[in-house]
């Protein structure tokens, strides 16, 4: 809402009411939907089956819910991804923080040598950068996205490190130095880390904070949006 408003029809906003009152809110962005409980009580057999059709009407690549409304949910075609939430423990000092690296190098670093999206990619980006709720930030070769920051939190997302690079710690310290500079702007840095990277975090002592799952369509999980390759390469 912050970057895009209800101006645009990739970007579209729903309540979910019951007896006249919202119980809660959805959002379609682009191939991705996430929905959210104003009133876990309040939720129904009939709440269940319309965000059923719903979400099956909008047929997403990526479909996210709160823990209490997931397991009520029966998605066809979708298989569920446990994921967890960390927060990034701030290094001493930011010192050494390049807070405008080049795009385009973020980009081939964290999602590869295509560049079918880079220009998609790029227009999102800057528009949240434009609107102050968003930023790339690398040190050395390693690079990060702050996806958008809200309500004292900031979410990291596509950290990446170079394959000839890995292994240095470079993106430990881009991490800390990260939520260390992120702090002083009152914002506690945090993550989210699919089953295959979440020993590399509880290694690092990130603290867990929260966990849920989230619905990929099977016949897209090789095309998921790259707004939410949850991911490391570190």
């Known amino acids: 809402m912050a970057a895009y408003g209800s101006e645009y029809d990739f970007c579209e906003f729903y309540e979910l009411r019951h007896r006249n009152r919202r119980i809660g809110i ?18 129904c057999g009939t709440c269940i089956r319309e965000m059923n059709e719903f979400i099956s009407f909008k047929s997403p690549a990526f479909a996210e819910m709160p823990r209490e409304l997931m ?31 080049d795009p385009e190098y973020v980009y081939k ?34 690079v990060l996205t702050v996806r958008f920051h809200s309500g004292g939190m900031a979410y990291i997302s596509d950290v990446a490190t170079p394959v000839c690079d890995r292994g240095k710690g470079y993106a430990r310290e881009l991490l800390g130095r990260t939520a260390k500079l992120l ?52």
Not at 27 to 43: I, Q
Not at 85 to 97: C, K, W
């Open 26 to 43: 959805i959002s379609s962005f682009n191939s991705s939907l996430a929905a959210d409980l104003l009133d876990v009580r309040s939720v």
């Open 109 to 142: 670093t964290a999602m590869g040598d295509g560049k079918s999206d880079y220009g998609l990619w790029l227009t999102d980006t800057m528009r949240r950068i434009n609107r102050g709720i968003s930023g790339l930030y690398s040190y050395e070769s390693s």
């Open 183 to 234: 702090l002083t702007q009152g914002y506690r840095a945090y993550l989210c880390a699919g089953e295959e990277v979440q020993p590399y975090y509880e290694k690092l002592g990130y603290k867990l904070i929260a966990e849920d799952f989230a619905c990929m369509k099977k016949e897209d999980n090789s095309q998921i949006n790259f707004k939410h390759k949850h991911k490391v390469k570190a």
């Open 71 to 101: 397991p009520k949910v029966a998605l066809r075609g979708y298989r569920r991804v446990k994921r967890r939430f960390y927060e990034v423990t701030p290094a001493d000092s930011s010192d050494g923080l390049n807070i405008n690296p």
